[in-house]
């Protein structure tokens, strides 16, 4: 009868570790979707220059 039980302290568990990720994730930013949006989109391309940069000295 045990293994009842702990399958409820592995759910509960891993319900608290998912409210936190989301939590940590974007509580933080405090920004509005639109501007989440643009700060990532600078984020690809500053990455994507370096890896052309990276490509071309070859």
């Known amino acids: 009868m045990t293994h009842g039980n ?3 302290f592995a759910r509960q568990k891993n319900m ?5 990720s989301v939590k940590g994730k974007y509580q933080d930013d405090r920004i509005s ?5 643009q700060r990532d989109s600078e984020i690809v391309k500053q990455k994507q220059k370096k890896e052309n940069e990276k490509e071309e000295p070859k």
Not at 33 to 37: C, L
């Open 6 to 8: 702990q399958r409820e």
């Open 16 to 20: 608290e570790k998912q409210n936190d």
């Open 33 to 37: 979707a639109a501007s989440r949006k």
